[in-house]
C-alpha cells in the first residue's frame, strides 16, 4: 500500500534527479557540451557561483537522503506511521524544496534555518520509529 510518507519519500527523490539534471545543465553550459562528452582528461573550468552553491545544495541533500530513505522504510515496514512521520515527512520535503532556491541565491541565516527545520522532520520520523 502506498502511504502518504512513501509518496512524500518518492517526491524528495524527484526533487534529487532536479537537482542533479539542474546542476548537470549549468554546468554543460558552462564547460560546453563537447567537454561534457568527452572523458574529461582535462581540467574543466571552475564553476560560476551559483551552480557551485547548487552544486553544494545537491551535496547537502544527499548527505541526509539515505538518512530520511532509511527512516521512512523502517516506519513503514514497522507500522510506525502516523502523525509523526507525516508532519515529519512533509517538513522534511517541503524544506529541502526551499533550501534550494534559498542556497543559490546565497541568503544566509534563513538557508540554515530552513536545514535545520528539515533535520527536525527527519527526526520526527526517528521519534516516531523509536518511541511509537
Partial sequence: MMTTELTLLAC???LAIV??????????AEAGLEYNASARDAKAPPPRPVTARLQRAQANLFETLPLFIGAVLIAH??????DLTLWGCWLYLLCRVVYVPL??????YV???????????????LAAILIG
Avoid at 77 to 82: I, K, N, P, Q, T
Avoid at 103 to 108: D, E, F, R, T, V
Avoid at 111 to 125: D, N, T
Fill in 12 to 14: 524528495t527523490l524527484v
Fill in 19 to 28: 537537482q542533479i539534471m539542474l546542476v548537470a545543465q549549468m554546468r554543460t
Fill in 77 to 82: 515496514v514497522a507500522g510506525r506511521e502516523g
Fill in 103 to 108: 542556497y543559490a541565491a546565497a541568503i544566509p
Fill in 111 to 125: 538557508r540554515s534555518l530552513v536545514w535545520l527545520a528539515s533535520m527536525i522532520g527527519l527526526g520526527m520520523v
